[in-house]
């Protein structure tokens, strides 16, 4: 796909506007400018509401069998144009282009997955006497307003447009700054595919704040889903409760990653490269804080660093490429500032890699904390937060009590994960892990069957499995007498 042949600004109330002021779009390997794309203001998103309410009677008139079958044929869009697709994200995002062809696969499973719930989001008849009929249907939310972020452009996007529509909601969307490329073209493979233009109302913007002040406050917006930074959720969330918003948010996550003395090792050191190497870890559900039993440590680190030496670095393009580099150079000085205060605080550097000619690559590293009582790490591992990057680093235990109160030991709650191989370990830590998510010996846990989501502070809602659909509707209760 040629990006200059994209429409490249927002397609509002039936239209792209493609006029007026823009902003730059840069490959993050290079640095090299890759686009400029219009900005939309106030007046625009007026028009989109007004294109929305048309599209929610529109979205109604089609009935679920309709918008299921209109969901089927933006897949079969997707699918045809997937290696295009796939070449773009990695062009605007960076990762390698063998994972830019796994985000295309998995949202478009999460299209086909909801285009398949639309026509089974039941509801009931509660026989309760003979006089009355008491229904129990569920209803379109109304209008969504969404905001997507940078890390999976299309993924994101695919996930809570599709619910959306499944449920008979329009949308406006905002998708991040950095990668508003992906977003546009889906959107125009979603039009050719004859989805109705006043379903989806594309904003492109790089002033995000005011798309989220006007967003939280427009009360003809019914709903909001974001997922991004706990920091801005809570900001957005703080503005909408006032309007009595409808909310799905899928914020930072934080997640441990237990390894006991019973797991196979060379398992969890596949699970968990394969885990925080996934976009250079730049992924909500990336492991974050390694936590081995004390007798296995070594066994562990010298695998894992054997394994990692291996790992190369590079464009996304490359077909050999495995790890590509961050979104931004500002992405890459935080992780450096973190490392560098890890260190300062007691950390081992036990491993780095060679930089490569990418101003925004992070090169994957490797620290270790001292072994040393639950707690003493707290003040340094909550003001690294989420390392968002290519950075293991690993902490040991002694007790499996111990290993709990560490996992537990965060805001966050969106996924854990743990190897053993003791089965009664596995329901204690299912009892007692405080995450949305959990993998056990298992570290590829996404797809659109399951329900997606977090706790604490890593927000509230599901996207994804049967769940995700509810997240769109309300629940009608209505008493006919018969
Ligand atoms: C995310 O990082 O926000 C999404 C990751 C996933 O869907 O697996």
């Given at each position: 796909?040629?990006i200059?042949?994209?429409?490249?600004?927002?397609?509002?109330?039936?239209g792209?506007?493609?006029?007026?002021?823009?902003?730059?779009?840069?490959?993050?390997?290079?640095?090299?400018?890759?686009?400029?794309?219009?900005?939309?203001?106030q007046?625009?998103?007026?028009?989109?509401?007004?294109?929305?309410?048309?599209?929610?009677?529109?979205?109604?008139?089609?009935?679920?069998?309709?918008?299921?079958?209109?969901?089927?044929?933006?897949?079969d869009?997707?699918?045809?144009?997937?290696?295009?697709?796939?070449?773009?994200?990695?062009?605007?995002?960076?990762?390698?282009?063998?994972?830019?062809?796994?985000?295309?696969?998995?949202?478009?499973?999460?299209?086909?997955?909801?285009?398949?719930?639309?026509?089974?989001?039941?509801?009931?008849?509660?026989?309760?006497?003979?006089?009355?009929?008491?229904?129990?249907?569920?209803?379109?939310?109304?209008?969504?307003?969404?905001?997507?972020?940078?890390?999976?452009?299309?993924?994101?996007?695919?996930?809570?447009?599709?619910?959306?529509?499944a449920?008979?909601?329009?949308?406006?969307l905002?998708?991040?700054?950095?990668?508003?490329?992906?977003?546009?073209?889906?959107?125009?493979?979603?039009?050719?595919?004859?989805?109705?233009?006043?379903?989806?109302?594309?904003?492109?913007?790089?002033?995000a704040?005011?798309?989220?002040?006007?967003?939280?406050?427009?009360?003809?917006?019914?709903?909001?889903?974001?997922?991004?930074s706990?920091?801005?959720?809570?900001?957005?969330?703080?503005?909408?409760?006032?309007?009595?918003?409808?909310?799905?948010?899928?914020?930072?996550?934080?997640?441990?990653?237990?390894?006991?003395?019973?797991?196979?090792?060379?398992?969890?050191?596949?699970?968990?490269?394969?885990?925080?190497?996934?976009?250079?870890?730049?992924?909500?559900?990336?492991?974050?804080?390694?936590?081995?039993?004390?007798?296995?440590?070594?066994?562990?680190?010298?695998?894992?660093i054997?394994?990692?030496?291996?790992?190369?670095?590079?464009?996304?393009?490359?077909?050999?490429?495995?790890?590509?580099?961050?979104?931004?150079?500002?992405a890459?000085?935080?992780?450096?500032?973190?490392?560098?205060?890890?260190?300062?605080?007691?950390?081992?550097?036990?491993?780095?890699?060679?930089?490569?000619?990418?101003n925004?690559?992070?090169?994957i590293?490797?620290?270790?904390?001292?072994?040393?009582?639950?707690?003493?790490?707290?003040?340094l591992?909550?003001?690294?937060?989420?390392?968002?990057?290519?950075?293991?680093?690993?902490?040991?235990?002694?007790?499996?009590?111990?290993?709990?109160?560490?996992?537990?030991?965060?805001?966050?709650?969106?996924?854990?994960?743990?190897f053993?191989?003791?089965?009664?370990?596995?329901?204690?830590?299912?009892?007692?892990?405080?995450?949305?998510?959990?993998?056990?010996?298992?570290?590829?846990?996404?797809?659109?069957?399951?329900?997606?989501?977090?706790?604490?502070?890593?927000?509230?809602?599901?996207?994804?499995?049967?769940?995700?659909?509810k997240?769109?509707?309300?629940?009608?209760?209505?008493?006919?007498?018969?």
């Amino acid at each position: 796909m040629k990006i200059d042949k994209l429409p490249l600004g927002s397609f509002i109330a039936g239209g792209w506007r493609t006029s007026g002021d823009g902003f730059a779009i840069q490959d993050p390997y290079s640095g090299e400018i890759i686009a400029n794309v219009s900005r939309c203001f106030q007046s625009d998103y007026e028009d989109a509401i007004v294109s929305a309410n048309r599209g929610l009677k529109v979205l109604d008139a089609l009935a679920p069998k309709g918008r299921s079958e209109a969901l089927l044929a933006w897949a079969d869009a997707l699918e045809a144009n997937s290696e295009d697709l796939a070449r773009l994200i990695t062009k605007e995002q960076g990762k390698p282009i063998k994972e830019s062809r796994g985000e295309v696969a998995y949202g478009i499973d999460y299209i086909r997955w909801f285009s398949g719930e639309a026509i089974r989001h039941y509801g009931q008849i509660v026989p309760l006497d003979n006089h009355h009929q008491h229904r129990v249907e569920h209803r379109p939310v109304g209008i969504v307003g969404a905001i997507t972020p940078w890390n999976f452009p299309f993924a994101m996007f695919a996930r809570k447009l599709s619910a959306a529509f499944a449920a008979g909601c329009s949308v406006i969307l905002k998708p991040s700054e950095e990668t508003p490329l992906t977003a546009i073209a889906v959107t125009q493979w979603l039009l050719e595919s004859g989805f109705p233009a006043d379903a989806i109302q594309l904003c492109i913007t790089d002033d995000a704040e005011s798309f989220g002040e006007w967003v939280t406050r427009e009360p003809a917006i019914a709903k909001l889903t974001f997922t991004g930074s706990t920091h801005v959720g809570r900001w957005l969330n703080e503005r909408a409760a006032g309007q009595f918003k409808r909310m799905s948010l899928e914020l930072g996550g934080d997640a441990p990653f237990l390894v006991f003395s019973d797991a196979d090792i060379d398992a969890a050191v596949a699970g968990l490269v394969g885990s925080k190497l996934r976009n250079a870890g730049q992924t909500c559900i990336s492991v974050n804080r390694i936590i081995v039993q004390q007798s296995v440590s070594e066994e562990f680190v010298s695998k894992l660093i054997s394994e990692l030496a291996i790992k190369s670095s590079g464009s996304g393009s490359d077909e050999t490429t495995e790890v590509g580099p961050l979104i931004n150079r500002k992405a890459v000085l935080r992780i450096e500032q973190h490392v560098n205060h890890a260190i300062a605080s007691g950390a081992e550097l036990l491993f780095q890699e060679e930089r490569t000619a990418s101003n925004n690559h992070y090169p994957i590293t490797v620290l270790q904390l001292p072994p040393n009582n639950v707690g003493q790490h707290e003040a340094l591992l909550k003001s690294v937060g989420e390392w968002f990057g290519p950075v293991f680093m690993i902490q040991t235990f002694e007790t499996e009590a111990e290993s709990f109160v560490m996992a537990n030991q965060s805001q966050h709650g969106l996924a854990a994960y743990a190897f053993t191989n003791d089965y009664q370990r596995i329901e204690r830590i299912r009892s007692t892990i405080q995450t949305g998510m959990i993998g056990i010996n298992e570290t590829a846990i996404s797809n659109a069957a399951v329900p997606f989501g977090g706790i604490k502070c890593s927000g509230f809602g599901r996207e994804g499995s049967s769940e995700g659909l509810k997240d769109y509707s309300y629940t009608q209760y209505t008493n006919v007498r018969v």
